[in-house]
């Protein structure tokens, strides 16, 4: 059982669990690909003893390394619906909402970094992505992707708002009582949270079928 930091990674592994069933990745995991970007960094240096000196070392930078938070194994069948193929036509690549690890040559595998739309204090590991992100890329030639899995409120960044919303996520998000403004019910119990109409699966995947 995965121990899923955020409620955004737990919808998330919703949102593939409900691809992997309908055959569009082949399997999926969480934190299994770990990336040494540095190794740590110490000074050499002669330390002088009462009567002789002998070779010793002073910490300078700590290692660095990056963990993407999910790598998606696709089935050729997402093949510009989920994941684009830059040597098949297609009219959007805009709305095709994956990159792979690999476009030279395409392998089958996206990397991804799952992060909240937005949040009033960044953490160390918002600030330092972007870095990371374009360091793995120059070096090792794998790109991993950020996204943003969902919000309630209609957000261009929200994958969930451009593809689907799984029906794991609509089952949890709903009122379970009552809520009141100005002594009238606004929600009942069993109302969806979600200010925008959610997609299916079904639903993109008919508007998906456009765009090729």
Known sequence: MNEFKSKEELYFSYYLEELKESGYIDDWGYEIHKWVLTAKVEMIYLKMMKSKTKADSKFLLHPSSITSDFTVFWNRKAENIFYSNPNIPVKDINKIPFVLKHIKPISLISELESKQAYTFKANTSDVSF????????????????????????????????????????????????????????????????FKFTPRTLEQFLIEADKNK
């Open 130 to 193: 972007p870095y990371k992100q374009k360091f793995v890329y120059d070096k090792l030639n794998i790109f991993i992707q950020k996204i943003v899995p969902f919000n309630l409120k209609p957000k261009p960044v929200s994958l969930f708002y451009n593809t689907f919303v799984p029906k794991k996520a609509l089952e949890d998000e709903v009122y379970k009582q009552r809520v009141k403004k100005k002594d009238k019910v606004i929600h009942s119990p069993g109302d969806s949270k």
